[in-house]
């Protein structure tokens, strides 16, 4: 039901008549006859209105509508005021995706910094894999994601962040346990856990050599999950440093020659509220600055 036409009944209901009615309204007689024709047609034909010489006047129905529609409007018109007095304090929730080990470190400390600072301001963090992410933030489920590789998708804007040290996980048992350091070329050919969509496709480039899938075991979208298999000597798994915890069974052994970029994800030309692209802002800011 359009809201306009049920407030040009109530004022004609009021005034009862079409002359004073249209000129409060600041519409024309016939627009406002044509306006509530058209609402008693979809009403069913009811009759609302009934001639009384040169002046008008409700029926029946119409009184029990007026009631109704009186009722209604004065309702909205008090939630219109009550979403406009209370816009400044309504929470702005920031809907935030990250990779396994993006919030460690100063992520999480510039998220508690900025709830400090904008009381109004709630988040809603989800972890997943980089692929994952970027579904949800094509399908506005999210307003932003920390990923770790970009793709040439239009929908898609991608900002370069920072980059982060990664250490190999072995279980303890391994042969390559007690090295200082590893290089690719060293692992290149073991049975792995892969955190996350981009590892998978880019570990052709983290060493000369062919890139070879079939030593993916298996493929899980966070390190807690990864360390788990790791532990169990089915494979090894590339660790993001600041992701590295006291863990049983799993020795980490520093990478040489490789890092992995941080980018900050969104829809491309998607409106954010101001608190949210300030946010936004300010962690692009400070992991550059880093």
């Not at 506005?140 to 990923?147: G, N, Q, R, S, Y």
Request: proline share 3%.
């Amino acid at each position: 039901m359009n809201y306009n036409v049920l407030r040009y009944f109530s004022v004609l209901a009021e005034l009862e008549s079409y002359t004073k009615a249209a000129a409060r309204l600041g519409i024309s007689q016939p627009s406002l006859s044509s306006a509530i024709h058209n609402l008693e047609s979809d009403l069913g034909g009811v009759t609302l209105f009934e001639r009384v010489g040169r002046n008008i006047r409700l029926t029946q129905e119409g009184r029990f509508y007026q009631k109704k529609v009186d009722s209604a409007l004065s309702e909205l018109h008090e939630a219109s005021l009550m979403l406009r007095e209370k816009r400044e304090n309504a929470p702005v929730v920031i809907r935030l995706g990250y990779v396994s080990g993006a919030l460690d470190g100063l992520v999480a400390k510039k998220i508690q910094e900025y709830s400090r600072q904008h009381s109004r301001v709630r988040f809603l963090l989800t972890e997943h894999s980089a692929e994952a992410l970027m579904d949800l933030v094509r399908q506005e489920k999210l307003d932003m994601a920390i990923v770790d590789y970009s793709e040439r998708d239009r929908s898609l804007h991608f900002r370069k962040m920072a980059e982060r040290k990664l250490s190999v996980a072995l279980s303890e048992t391994h042969p390559l346990a007690d090295r200082e350091t590893l290089d690719p070329r060293d692992v290149i050919a073991e049975p792995q856990v892969v955190i996350n969509y981009n590892v998978e496709n880019s570990f052709g480039q983290w060493a000369s050599g062919k890139a070879t899938d079939e030593n993916v075991i298996c493929t899980v979208n966070t390190v807690q999950t990864a360390l788990d298999m790791v532990s169990t000597g089915i494979g090894i798994a590339f660790i993001p440093d600041e992701c590295i915890r006291p863990r049983h069974g799993v020795r980490y052994v520093p990478l040489n020659n490789w890092r992995q970029a941080l980018y900050m994800c969104i829809l491309y030309d998607k409106w954010l509220q101001p608190l949210v692209w300030d946010f936004r802002e300010l962690i692009i800011r400070n992991l550059r600055n880093d």
